[in-house]
Antibody
Framework: EVQLVESGGGVVQPGGSLRLSCAAS????????MHWVRQAPGKGLEWVSL????????YYADSVKGRFTISRDNSKNSLYLQMNSLRTEDTALYYC??????????WGQGTLVTVSS | QSALTQPASVSGSPGQSITISCTGT?????????VSWYQQHPGKAPKLMIY???KRPSGVSNRFSGSKSGNTASLTISGLQAEDEADYYC??????????FGGGTKLTVL
């Protein structure tokens, strides 16, 4: 059974940093690209970032480019999102999702990031 | 990286069919058969319903179907049921900035 469990969310002040983690199980982790997708309270889904299975290729939404860094540790079946220079508009539930044909076939339950002074 | 355009809401009665549209551009929906659709119930994670325009993952009801014409993709739900009431999102591959979602559509079953 595929499981994705996010952690690391919390409350942070504007300009601060946070590192999200996603622990994956139930599939061969390094065979699949992985996404981070976020959802602001009461809003729709917004794609954030994508990393290839070997970690060699990364992609970002314009809204986070230069501030967020996606990475993975295939030896630990883990995905990460380093978020720097956080803004109030980054407040959202952040989902980790297993890539499938540029979509995502499995999603975690999300970790909440609140950026507020 | 503009979001794909979906109607804010659609509604239908039990047993009816509804269609949700997803309009993109020649840089995303129009150029690739890599459109997916997600169902999201309140407080829950999204669930993949359709991938590669018209393919259904194992376990998804055949009442859900997808299609594409030009820059517009569509999700059709036939034999509408109360449990289909949810938010629906389309998503497309978009080349160099590879993934874009639609704004979402709230489906109400009357």
């Amino acid at each position: 059974e595929v499981q994705l469990v996010e952690s690391g969310g919390g409350v942070v002040q504007p300009g601060g940093s946070l590192r999200l983690s996603c622990a994956a199980s139930g599939f061969t982790f390094d065979d699949y690209a992985m996404h981070w997708v976020r959802q602001a309270p009461g809003k729709g889904l917004e794609w954030v970032s994508l990393i290839s299975g070997d970690g060699g290729s990364t992609y970002y939404a314009d809204s986070v480019k230069g501030r967020f860094t996606i990475s993975r540790d295939n030896s630990k079946n883990s995905l990460y999102l380093q978020m720097n220079s956080l803004r109030t508009e980054d407040t959202a539930l952040y989902y980790c999702a297993k890539g499938y044909s540029y979509g995502a076939d499995y999603w975690g339950q999300g970790t909440l990031v609140t950026v507020s002074s | 990286q503009s979001a794909l355009t979906q109607p804010a809401s659609v509604s239908g009665s039990p047993g009816q069919s509804i269609t949700i549209s997803c309009t993109g551009t020649s840089s995303d929906v129009g150029s690739y058969n890599l459109v997916s659709w997600y169902q999201q119930h309140p407080g829950k994670a999204p669930k993949l319903m359709i991938y590669e325009v018209s393919k259904r993952p194992s376990g998804v009801s055949n009442r859900f179907s997808g299609s594409k014409s030009g820059n517009t993709a569509s999700l059709t739900i036939s034999g509408l049921q109360a449990e289909d009431e949810a938010d629906y999102y389309c998503c497309s591959y978009a080349g160099s900035s590879p993934v874009v979602f639609g704004g979402g559509t709230k489906l109400t079953v009357l």
